[in-house]
């Protein structure tokens, strides 16, 4: 499939999540460890997550299980018992759990005190949409492909319903490769746009203090995905060359 065509199933993907996974207050706490998602890109119930992180503002180590991947499935089966995802592990609570609605109540729980607001709340509708938008995006994310292993494990940043970075993630979970997810949702009007048309006239600035700020303090502007791998110490933007990146650099062509 061509790259546009994949960013146009993209966007429409997150048309029917009704943008869920774009936007986060800014006043969740911030947990000291890092929070690990045993994940399935196109899995819908793993979406459900996923979008929950972003409105959290929280960071993720994830664990990609495609299927087909013995090694990954033999790793989630070690740490949950069962081949099912989502899977949560959380070192600052000492909790594990499966299940989307069970992690998902959970997070609004424990980081914002709160239940799960209405739009992500556990139920019929998220559960069609979510599984609508995986079939917009044709099943991507779902099998294993033939890949070399990543040592360390790769940084991305992006936020849940980024048509661009939903591409990243799929083709890192189609080759296994684990990484830190670094959630930058939109906190405010001027946010909202892409990086060089955004709903503001005044010159960009993020939320002071914010991983948004962090972001533009380091690179001048907030575009994702932006990827980090410390094991080639390559960083990228632009979703094209990042692809190419993995596929060149991770990526085993079928004879
Ligand atoms: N040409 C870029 C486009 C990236 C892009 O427009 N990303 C949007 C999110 S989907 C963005 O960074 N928006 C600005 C923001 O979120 O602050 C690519 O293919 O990676």
Redesign the pocket.
Known sequence: MS?SVN?ITSILASSVRSWRGTTTKIETAVPPKLITLYDREGCPDCRLVREALTELNLDVHIVPCPEGNAQATDKLKAASGSTLVPHLIDPNSDKTMSGQDSIVCYLFNEYRGSEVPEKLAPGFKNAIASRLATTLRNGSGTLSLPAKEAEQPLTLY??E?????RLVRERLCEYGIHYHLIT?G?QQRA?????NL?MTLKKYR?VPHSK?DKFFSRHG?????YLIDPNTEVAL??????LQYLDKTYGIKRA
Do not use: A
Request: net charge neutral; no cysteine; proline share 13%.
């Open positions: 790259h960013v992006g936020f319903s980024s048509p661009y970075t930058l939109k946010d909202v746009g892409i990086p955004r993020p948004r502007n907030v575009q994702v995905p933007f632009e979703s094209v060359e990042i």
